[in-house]
Structure formats: C-alpha cells, structure tokens
C-alpha cells in the first residue's frame, strides 16, 4: 500500500517545525496529503469547580484557546508557503490530552509524524509521552531530529534487526517506505544474538525476504561491547547517513526497563536522523 496520507503534529516549536519540514518532503515524493494538527488542552478545571468560574472568565479562556490555536495554524500555513509545497496540506485542530489524542488521530492515517521528544522526558511544556503514544497509537511514529537540517533524501535507509518481534514489526511497517529506497543498510550488533523466538534457522534469510520485495540490502555488523548498542548504533547512522533509521521500541522482556528500554530511550534522546518506530 502506498503512503499517501501523513499526520504531523504541529505546535509552532522548532521540534515541529522540522517535523512538518520532513513530512513535506515525504508528502513531495509519495503526492501524499500532509496534515497538520495541534491539540488544544481542554479547561484545566474539574467540572464541579467549573460552575464557580465567573462567565466572563470561562469566556476570555476559550477566547485565548481560539487564538493561540489560529496563531498555530498561521504559522502552519507559512511555513508550507514557505517551502513551496504545491501538494494538498489540510489542517486539524483537536481537544484533549496531547497523547491519547495524537494517537487515537494517528490510526486515520499512514504515518505519525513527530519532533523529537527530548523535552518530552523533562519538562511539562511538551506534554507528549512518548511511550503512551507509540503504545496506543497502533501505526507507526516518524520522529524528526529536533536540530534536523533538511537535506535531499539519499534514498538509503536503514534498519536495526536482531530478529526479534519488535524488530519485524518495525520492518514491516516501514515495507511501504523501504521498497521505494535504493539501498537498505541492517544494522546488527556482534555482541546481540538473534531473538530466541527464531534461535539458530539456517534456512531463513532477511536479505532474500527484502530482495523479493525489490529491496536491496546491506548487512552492517558492528560492536556494541564498548559504548552499548544505541551509542553504537547511533555512530554508524552518523557515517552511513541514511534517510530513516527504523527500528522497534524495545522494553521490558528485552532491556528490563519500564516499556521503553535503554536503547530505544537512549536513540529517542540522542538521534541525529529521522526514526520510524513502531511497537
């Protein structure tokens, strides 16, 4: 199925702005619709307090919601005039919480599209968790650096693959992307043994299964016993450059942390290229 239909969550930061830059480049070269979309936060009241707010408070406050949410898209549309685009962009503005609703409005479409989530782990400013949104969202995150330059895509890309469900998962969600590459680069770790669902099957070959889909591929081997897998994976995205890492969100059964294990949390935190996540 061809991508043709691409969400990008919009909040007028410069984490999001380069999301929107990324998603019309995808939105170019798939002719795919880019839509916008920022989530206005409901009345930070509960609703037996709500009825002791003065009328022209409660008034002056959806007033100053209206507003911030247009200021957003006008900074939006700018920013796609700005580029160009000549390709169908939509807008949506949507009320609730940041996570639940950016994931339950990702199931309409191909791909989620999102600035990195650095402060996302911090800071109260960025109310998207990233771990409640790839857990409920069901279709695959594109997360965009939040210093990412756009560039021209190299058409490479790459995949971290120890065999495991997350990592087929992943794949398989980013099939769509992957078969109009011209070079796919796997990306396994010395020190990690294949998944124990698959163990030791000769007779598999994820190169044959991608070449039968028109992928060419590459495996990249490369030590983890140093620095740690995301480091080491990080640092040959860094020398291959490719246009997309994708990679599953491992957790707990993997790497014994709380759903995001160290490795995926490490890459959230520290990726200089474009991720496809999926879970």
Known sequence: MAIKDLLVAYDGNEASQHALEFALQMGNKYKATVTGMAVSRPEPFESHLRKWIPDNVKESMHTARLE?????????????????????????????????????????????????????????????????????????????????????????????????????????????????????YILEAHAEKQSRDIGDLPGLDLQVHLKRHGVESEIVKFDSTTHGVGPALLQHCEEIDPDVLVMGAYGRAKFGAQFFGGVTRYVLQNHKVPVLLSH
């Open 68 to 184: 911030a949410t247009k200021s957003i898209e006008a900074k939006f549309r700018e920013q796609v005039k700005g580029t160009g685009h000549t390709g169908e962009v939509q807008w949506l503005v949507e009320e609730g919480q940041p996570d639940l609703t950016l994931a339950r409005s990702a199931r309409f479409f191909d791909i989620l599209i999102i600035g990195q989530f650095l402060t996302a782990f911090k800071t109260e400013h960025r109310s998207v968790d990233p771990q409640e949104l790839l857990q409920r969202a069901g279709k695959p995150i594109l997360i965009v650096p939040k210093h990412y330059k756009p560039r021209p895509f190299r058409e490479e890309a790459a995949v971290a693959w120890d065999g495991s469900r997350h990592a087929a998962r992943a794949l398989t969600d980013a099939m769509q992307i992957l078969e109009t590459k011209k070079k796919l």
